[in-house]
Every structure is written in C-alpha cells, then in structure tokens.
C-alpha cells in the first residue's frame, strides 16, 4: 500500500504562483500513476491532473487547467508535484493527490489518497 501527504497549499493572491507536493511511502512509487484532483464547498471532487508510471512519459489536464498547471514527478524523492500558476479565485478548493496502478481522469479509479492541502485564492 502507498501512503500520500500533500503539503504547499496556502493562500495566494489572483495571478500568483502555488507548487503543491504529494509525497508517498510505503509501496513502490515508481509503480503508480498519479492525479490530483479538488474539491470546493459544495461541489464534487474534479479532476485537475494526471501523470503516468514509471516515468511520467504521458499527462493529462482538465481544461480549466491547462496552460496553468503542470504536473510532474520525480521518483527518487518518492514525490509528484504541482506547479499552478496565474491562479484564479476559481482554483480555491481543497487539492488532493492520488494513487493507482493506472493513469485516470476519474477519482473513483484511484485507490490511494491523501488527507488533501487547502489553497486559497484572493481576489
């Protein structure tokens, strides 16, 4: 099993800067693919991003999302980041990495996930 921590979030201003980390142990990093996902009061958990295992060769992004986020990994360090720039009060939601043997846009996919870190974007 894989245990996920994410961390970076805070609060930020529109148009700043964000880089979110999800940090696994236990179980073999490399093995699994990665998505971030989020979730605002009242609203469903939506997809953000995705990596694939090993080595990230392939990505996905939500629309909302594209041009402004970019995911990666790094397998050494066990971790899959976040980079999110030109925010948006629209990106405020609770974010949140997840893990599973195979690369998806759906939450329900994934086995693996983190307690999620908060980010807020001021207008």
């Known amino acids: 099993q894989v245990q996920l921590v994410e961390s970076g979030g805070g609060l930020v201003q529109a148009g700043g800067s964000l880089k979110l980390s999800c940090a696994a142990s236990?179980?073999?990093?490399?093995?699994?693919?990665v998505g971030w996902f989020r979730q605002a009061p009242g609203k469903e958990r939506e997809f953000v991003a995705a990596?694939?295992?090993?080595?990230?060769?392939?990505?996905s992004y939500a629309d909302s999302v594209k041009g402004r986020f970019t995911i990666s990994r790094d397998n050494a360090k066990r971790t899959a980041y976040l980079q999110m720039n030109s925010l948006k009060p629209e990106d405020t939601a609770v974010y949140y990495c997840?893990?599973?043997?195979?690369?998806?846009?759906?939450?329900?996919?994934?086995?693996?996930w983190g307690q999620g870190t908060q980010v807020t974007v001021s207008s």
């Open positions: 997840a893990a599973d043997g195979k690369m998806s846009e759906r939450p329900s996919q994934y086995d693996y």
């Open positions: 236990g179980g073999t990093f490399s093995n699994y693919a």
């Open positions: 990596i694939s295992y090993p080595g990230g060769s392939r990505t």
